[in-house]
């Protein structure tokens, strides 16, 4: 590119400053797209897509979790359920990160007969959640309403300086 | 002698990128593209590389799929993933179905040749960035189990039974089954029995935390 064209290097240098830009864009935008709709959750469903968000996760430093499924070998999840429970890590994940100073986290996903069961659990700080009655931000309200469609059940357990974790059921 | 390589990418831009770094390669003689799986699989019925660089995407058919139907019917073709996702689940599906490698499409000119020969050699090659991603840490020999399977391994080794352990913890029997049944695939093992006993040899019904225990 540079052997070809005649540039002063001003020019030269706004040039590669302008690619670099353009290069982050790209990046920013595909991580955008990535978070609305994971092209992995549609192809190879739940399983791989949550293994993925989780690895992203402990590539990029923040947090360490731990990703373990059990019965979800060759099973097919219902595409509602999954895209559900996927936005449910996401918003569980984010909170850990930005909210209980935990260093580590485990999530997990059981499949056994009809029933799914969703556990994720941190070692951070932890809260009283008797405030989500009172005081509930949109997350957890969104949480809950997912869960509510599904006809779940959300259970959570923690204590200040105890970590927290939350379990959700779902009958499939 | 040369090694001979096709690409299949639906891309203009990627297969003229590739084609013009590895035409300057005299290892190398350049059969030709194929912008479909369809096309791909035509060309293969006429003639056959050593080595298919082969896109994760096509427009008719997933790489990932292609790859398992060229090495069921041309085993002896090599064939190098080719693509823009730095993703496990790709890198991984591409390898389970028999390619030799997998070349991000931001590989530099040496990483593409390098790919190439091991693949000739037989041998497995990664972008750098890739095996990255590939590299899962293995640390299982204490098991990983979440506070509510501690809560229950203890329950289990008090002596109760899965309908007492669901009226304490506010579940169903089948919740309590179902962390049962996770327990045991953890430890690897077939029984409570040898649940209660491994649990106890790595010290982890020692270290449950005893404020979880009084619900």
């Known amino acids: 590119?540079?052997?070809?064209?005649?540039?002063?290097?001003?020019?030269?240098?706004?040039?590669?400053?302008?690619?670099?830009?353009?290069?982050?864009?790209?990046?920013?935008?595909?991580?955008?797209?990535?978070?609305?709709?994971?092209?992995?959750?549609?192809?190879?469903?739940?399983?791989?897509?949550?293994?993925?968000?989780?690895?992203e996760i402990n590539q990029s430093g923040a947090l360490k979790i731990n990703y373990l499924s059990f019965g979800l070998i060759d099973v097919d999840i219902d595409q509602t359920v999954s895209i559900a429970l996927y936005r449910i890590v996401q918003e569980l994940i984010n909170n850990i990160m930005n909210h209980s100073g935990a260093s580590s986290a485990?999530?997990?996903?059981?499949?056994?007969?009809?029933?799914?069961?969703?556990?994720?659990?941190?070692?951070g700080k932890g809260f009283d959640p008797a405030i989500l009655k009172s005081n509930k931000g949109i997350g957890w309200v969104s949480i809950q309403n997912r869960i509510d469609f599904l006809k779940g059940k959300l259970d959570i357990t923690s204590k200040q300086g105890e970590g927290t974790s939350v379990h959700i059921e779902i009958f499939i | 002698m040369a090694i001979k390589v096709f690409i299949t990418d639906d891309h203009y831009m990627v297969v003229?990128?590739?084609?013009?770094?590895?035409?300057l390669n005299?290892?190398?003689?350049?059969?030709?593209?194929?912008?479909?799986?369809?096309?791909?699989?035509?060309?293969?019925?006429s003639q056959q590389p050593d080595v298919l660089l082969l896109d994760i995407n096509l427009p008719d058919k997933s790489g990932i799929d292609l790859c398992k139907e060229i090495k069921t019917k041309y085993p002896d073709i090599q064939i190098l993933g080719l693509s823009s996702f730095n993703q496990q689940s790709y890198i991984q599906k591409m390898m389970q179905n028999g390619a030799s490698g997998y070349v991000l499409k931001n590989a530099s000119i040496e990483e593409i040749v390098n790919a190439i020969e091991a693949a000739m050699n037989g041998e497995l090659f990664l972008s750098n960035q890739a095996s990255i991603e590939l590299d899962e840490n293995k640390d299982a020999l204490i098991p990983v189990i979440?506070?509510?399977?501690?809560?229950?391994?203890?329950?289990?080794?008090?002596?109760?039974?899965?309908?007492?352990?669901?009226?304490?913890?506010?579940?169903?029997t089948t919740t309590v089954d179902t962390h049962r049944k996770n327990l045991l695939a953890k430890f690897q093992v077939?029984?409570?029995?040898?649940?209660?006993?491994?649990?106890t040899q790595t010290q982890l019904l020692?270290?449950?935390?005893?404020?979880?225990?009084?619900?």
């Open chain 1, 1 to 55: 590119m540079k052997g070809n064209l005649v540039m002063t290097p001003e020019n030269q240098q706004a040039f590669e400053r302008s690619m670099d830009m353009l290069d982050s864009s790209i990046r920013e935008l595909r991580r955008v797209a990535h978070n609305m709709m994971p092209e992995s959750l549609l192809r190879f469903g739940l399983d791989v897509a949550l293994k993925d968000f989780c690895y």
């Open chain 1, 106 to 123: 485990i999530v997990q996903l059981t499949k056994s007969n009809d029933q799914l069961l969703l556990t994720v659990e941190d070692d």
């Open chain 2, 16 to 23: 003229e990128g590739i084609r013009s770094i590895l035409m």
């Open chain 2, 26 to 45: 005299k290892n190398i003689e350049w059969l030709g593209h194929a912008m479909t799986a369809a096309s791909c699989m035509a060309f293969l019925h």
């Open chain 2, 146 to 172: 979440t506070r509510r399977e501690k809560e229950v391994l203890a329950l289990i080794a008090k002596g109760m039974t899965n309908k007492e352990i669901a009226d304490k913890l506010f579940v169903s």
């Open chain 2, 190 to 199: 077939k029984n409570t029995a040898s649940l209660i006993s491994l649990a």
């Open chain 2, 206 to 215: 020692h270290n449950i935390d005893p404020k979880f225990n009084n619900k």
